[in-house]
């Protein structure tokens, strides 16, 4: 069946340092790639997202391209910073509709 | 601005208490969703609606059921609560026949079963 794999956290970073959290998928056909953020005591928030294949998805300085030649959306930010701290989840939208998630990376930055 | 409520942020039942954990969104959605989240595992669906009164099983449905009287408010119930139902669980909605179907999330129930 479908499915998402991310790196596995906990990422510890220093403020300024560059990010990468690896996303690969699998899934039948051309799904919707979404990257999700959840803060400390929130919900999930929508990060980014791609829908079709070499498209980039980017918001508040994190970047995403859809790579069909490698199943990948791997996420990435130049310079991070302390309020970045939270749960990172990759996630795709199958052919039928469904939501898939990854397990999560959480992503620690310091000052 | 889009909003996801759910009516408690914590939780403390005994084992075989019944359970009812409320969502609302305001935004109009078609389609609700019940997740939960637990540490290593992810999001996994539990239930989903697509309209009032109608009810799909996801891919964790044991244990629980639903209720979608009003198109604004979507239920979760735990008939008989076990320990092994301890968890974050995530409420959220969604508009049917978009392009990508983006879900709004709200900020969460964490129930403890003792």
């Known amino acids: 069946g479908d499915s998402v794999t991310q790196m596995e956290g906990p990422v510890t970073l220093s403020e300024e340092a560059f990010l990468t959290i690896n996303c690969t998928y699998t899934a039948t056909g051309y799904p919707s790639l979404f990257w999700y953020v959840q803060y400390p005591g929130e919900g999930l928030q929508l990060l980014l997202k791609a829908t079709k294949a070499d498209d980039k998805g980017s918001n508040k300085g994190f970047e995403a391209t859809y790579r069909k030649e490698t199943t990948s959306f791997h996420l990435e930010k130049g310079s991070v910073q302390v309020s970045d701290s939270a749960v990172y989840f990759c996630a795709l939208l199958n052919q039928g509709g469904k939501l898939i998630f990854g397990q999560g990376t959480e992503l620690s930055v310091k000052p | 601005d889009v909003k996801v409520t759910q009516s408690s942020r914590y939780l403390v039942k005994r084992t075989g208490e019944k359970v009812f954990l409320e969502c609302v969104q305001d935004m109009d959605h078609e389609n609700m969703f019940w997740y939960r989240q637990d540490p290593g595992l992810g999001l996994r669906l539990i239930y989903f609606s697509y309209d009032v009164k109608m009810k799909e099983k996801g891919d964790i449905p044991e244990g629980y059921s639903v209720s979608r009287e009003k198109k604004e408010r979507f239920s979760l119930i735990l008939e008989s609560a076990s320990t092994n139902q301890t968890s974050m669980y995530l409420c959220?909605?969604?508009?049917?026949?978009?392009?990508?179907?983006?879900?709004?999330f709200g900020p969460g129930t964490r129930l403890t079963v003792l």
């Open positions: 959220a909605s969604s508009f049917s026949g978009t392009v990508y179907n983006e879900q709004f």
